[in-house]
Nanobody, 120 residues
Framework: QVQVVESGGGLVQPGGSLRLSCAAS????????MTWYRQAPGKEREFLAR???????NAADSVKGRFTISRDDAKNTAYLQMNSLTPEDTAVYYC??????????????WGQGTQVTVSS
């Protein structure tokens, strides 16, 4: 079994910053990609940023220059540094992880999400 847990969400004022964490644990041999998404009320889930095993990253145009994804493979953890937050960034933020399990299976797991609220 693999668990994915997001943390670091909360209430922040406009213009502020937050750093989200996505920690994967369990029967993991390799983590290929770690991806952040968000879903605001009444809207579809939105891709934000992805980081590959190689360290290569890509991000949605809507967050480029404000959000930065990184990872610490020693901790099986990805981070999303979010700066210059606006009320439009209010959403539940989710992490998705593509792994190869210890059994050699390529699998995908999602966390439960962490709420980010940007408000004065």
């Amino acid at each position: 079994q693999v668990q994915v847990v997001e943390s670091g969400g909360g209430l922040v004022q406009p213009g502020g910053s937050l750093r989200l964490s996505c920690a994967a644990s369990g029967s993991i041999s390799i983590i290929y990609t770690m991806t952040w998404y968000r879903q605001a009320p009444g809207k579809e889930r939105e891709f934000l940023a992805r980081i590959q095993h190689s360290g290569a990253t890509n991000a949605a145009d809507s967050v480029k220059g404000r959000f930065t994804i990184s990872r610490d493979d020693a901790k099986n953890t990805a981070y999303l540094q979010m700066n210059s937050l606006t009320p439009e960034d209010t959403a539940v933020y989710y992490c998705s992880v593509d792994i190869v399990s210890e059994d050699g299976l390529r699998l995908n797991y999602w966390g439960q999400g962490t709420q980010v609220t940007v408000s004065s």
